[in-house]
């Protein structure tokens, strides 16, 4: 009875022993998950649906060994008349891609018929939303265009080929406010070698402003306007305007947009828009975006 007794005293102890001993492990781990997500702040994601807010860019970048093609497609003037069938006789296209070389870095080049001009940017995001950290995400842009029209024999004399470049540098600054608003400023500076009498200054200075109103899961209300803070007196361009609808079907998202520019890379939507939105001078149009993964993740 007595070694029955003390057996049984042991396995007691063992297990209390063995109990106190989970609880204190449990307590450490516990912890260290508390410490490790003071350390690590929750980054705000998708401030909006793809890298287009409308025309311009928004401050989302894709991640790292992703290829994105990106198609731009705008009509005709939908104050064309019938004749025109309503600007669905015109057509204006930009083919492009987008390769993440880190998920914070991307670089992307592309063919615009309008003018038929190529253009290479690089996209950086500098800060990320947190709830911890910093109030806004901001993302720098840069992006360089060449004019390949007019041909060289149709150039006014003196004209250099370096002439035909262009460059644009933008801050793109926006907030998550809840899950359904978000809204985005770009300030922005647009440079071009050359520009005819009537065109304004080589330099010039645009401020943007857009935003998102989500309505469904999958489907959101986007809108872009530009500011020209410097315009030419004597060139008839005006601001550019857009509104989008933003429709995400898996690795798709396919914008449906009302604007009055033809242009779909910065410097031709941002100074050189020749539409007025609110007198009819609105094209149809649409962004179609398909991501493919090339390297997987880490």
Same mark, same amino acid.
């Given at each position: 009875?007595?070694?029955?007794?003390?057996?049984?005293?042991?396995?007691?102890?063992? *297990?209390?022993?063995?109990?106190?001993?989970?609880?204190?492990?449990?307590?450490?781990?516990?912890?260290?998950?508390?410490?490790?997500?003071?350390?690590?702040?929750?980054?705000?994601?998708?401030?909006?649906?793809?890298?287009?807010?409308?025309?311009?860019?928004?401050?989302?970048?894709?991640?790292?060994?992703?290829?994105? *093609?990106? *198609?731009?497609?705008?009509?005709?003037?939908?104050?064309?008349?019938?004749?025109?069938?309503?600007?669905?006789?015109?057509?204006?296209?930009?083919?492009?891609?987008?390769?993440?070389?880190?998920?914070?870095?991307?670089?992307?080049?592309?063919?615009?018929?309008?003018?038929?001009?190529?253009?290479?940017?690089?996209?950086?995001?500098?800060?990320?939303?947190?709830?911890?950290?910093?109030?806004?995400?901001?993302?720098?842009?840069?992006?360089?265009?060449?004019?390949?029209?007019?041909?060289?024999?149709?150039?006014?004399?003196?004209?250099?080929?370096?002439?035909?470049?262009?460059?644009? +540098?933008?801050?793109?600054?926006?907030?998550? %406010?809840?899950?359904?608003?978000?809204?985005?400023?770009?300030?922005?500076?647009?440079?071009?070698?050359?520009?005819?009498?009537?065109?304004?200054?080589?330099?010039?200075?645009?401020?943007?402003?857009?935003?998102?109103?989500?309505?469904?899961?999958?489907?959101?209300?986007?809108?872009?306007?530009?500011?020209?803070?410097?315009?030419? +007196?004597? +060139?008839?361009?005006?601001?550019?305007?857009?509104?989008?609808?933003?429709?995400?079907?898996?690795?798709?998202?396919?914008?449906?947009?009302?604007?009055?520019?033809?242009?779909?890379?910065?410097?031709?939507?941002?100074?050189?828009?020749?539409?007025? %939105?609110?007198?009819?001078?609105?094209?149809?149009?649409?962004?179609?975006?398909?991501? %493919?993964?090339?390297?997987?993740?880490?």
């Amino acid at each position: 009875m007595q070694s029955i007794k003390r057996n049984i005293v042991a396995l007691k102890t063992i *297990f209390v022993f063995f109990c106190t001993s989970q609880a204190f492990a449990q307590d450490d781990l516990l912890k260290e998950l508390e410490s490790s997500s003071e350390k690590e702040p929750s980054y705000t994601a998708q401030t909006f649906k793809g890298t287009r807010l409308i025309n311009g860019h928004s401050v989302e970048t894709i991640g790292e060994g992703t290829l994105e *093609f990106i *198609f731009s497609h705008r009509f005709g003037r939908l104050n064309g008349g019938l004749y025109e069938m309503y600007g669905l006789d015109d057509a204006y296209v930009r083919l492009g891609l987008e390769y993440g070389v880190t998920d914070n870095f991307g670089i992307g080049i592309g063919r615009n018929s309008v003018d038929k001009t190529v253009d290479g940017y690089l996209k950086y995001k500098l800060v990320k939303q947190s709830r911890e950290g910093s109030p806004v995400t901001v993302t720098a842009f840069g992006s360089t265009g060449y004019k390949t029209s007019p041909k060289d024999a149709d150039v006014p004399d003196g004209f250099q080929r370096t002439d035909r470049l262009s460059y644009t +540098a933008q801050l793109l600054i926006a907030r998550k %406010f809840t899950s359904a608003l978000s809204l985005q400023l770009m300030p922005t500076l647009v440079h071009k070698n050359w520009v005819a009498l009537d065109e304004g200054d080589n330099n010039q200075v645009a401020v943007g402003v857009g935003g998102r109103i989500k309505m469904t899961p999958s489907v959101s209300v986007n809108l872009e306007y530009y500011y020209r803070v410097n315009p030419s +007196a004597a +060139a008839s361009y005006n601001d550019a305007i857009g509104i989008a609808v933003d429709i995400e079907t898996g690795g798709h998202v396919f914008q449906i947009i009302l604007t009055n520019t033809r242009g779909m890379i910065e410097r031709s939507f941002i100074t050189e828009t020749d539409g007025d %939105f609110f007198d009819g001078d609105i094209h149809l149009g649409f962004n179609v975006t398909r991501a %493919f993964q090339l390297k997987g993740k880490r």
